[in-house]
């Protein structure tokens, strides 16, 4: 089946380091998203990208950074200078070129700082 | 930048009682979207509205996308327990393929 994989799960991340989250999609999108929520908040948009080699940066883009070499993939760098970092991300796709399609979301990466 | 607006942010109702949340938005829009994410879950995508005055309906849940293409609202009648969850809508705007997410609606449901 066709669907949006994050990985890992659960992330533990020392104060001062980096760590990248995954985010694998296999439904042929064109567009993939970052959001970051914060318990008992909405969505915040971090980054995106509309198509390979391209992103763009959302509204909290600072303290992150992506990448996108793979249409298949989009990973999110938590950077030190990203100074409240715990949080639940949300990866998402969609399959651009204007056709408005809900986004397919994948399962998420809960990452506390410790 | 454009603006979308959810209300009320959170709702207790008792099991059988009817549930609406609202959405508005700053701007004109293209379509809206509504999604369900429940607790410890990821957003899920419920529905799609495309044009001025629509309504659609999924068994006990009616969308409805304002004349003006500026509000929409999602009705649950009669809640169950597995209603329990965040309900965001999302819009986008004439332009480009971007969606501007509501703040979401937490509704909690007791027995």
């Known amino acids: 089946d066709g669907g949006i994989t994050q990985s890992p799960k659960y992330l533990f991340r020392k104060e001062g380091q980096n760590v990248t989250l995954s985010c694998e999609q296999n439904?042929?999108?064109?567009?993939m998203y970052w959001y970051r929520q914060d318990p008992g908040q909405g969505l915040r948009l971090i980054y995106y990208s509309q198509i390979v080699n391209d992103f763009q940066k959302g509204d909290i883009a600072e303290g992150y950074s992506v990448s996108r070499e793979k249409k298949e993939s989009f990973p999110l760098t938590v950077t030190s200078a990203q100074k409240n970092p715990t949080a639940f991300y949300l990866c998402a796709s969609s399959p651009g070129d204007r056709r408005w399609d809900g986004y397919t979301f994948g399962s998420g990466t809960r990452l506390t700082v410790v | 930048g454009q603006q979308v607006m959810q209300i009320p942010q959170y709702q207790h109702v008792q099991e059988g009682e009817d549930f609406t949340t609202y959405c508005n938005s700053s701007?004109?829009?293209?379509?809206i979207q509504w999604y369900k994410q429940r607790p410890g879950g990821h957003p899920v995508f419920l529905i799609q509205?495309?044009?001025?005055?629509e309504v659609k309906k999924q068994k006990r849940l009616t969308f409805q996308f304002g004349e003006a293409k500026k509000n929409s609202s999602l009705h649950i009648t009669a809640t169950q327990t597995t209603d329990v969850g965040t309900y965001f809508c999302a819009g986008r705007a004439n332009a480009g393929n971007m969606l501007t997410f509501g703040g979401g609606t937490r509704l909690m449901v007791k027995p």
């Open positions: 509205l495309v044009k001025s005055g």
């Open positions: 701007t004109t829009l293209s379509n």
């Open positions: 439904l042929n999108h064109d567009a």
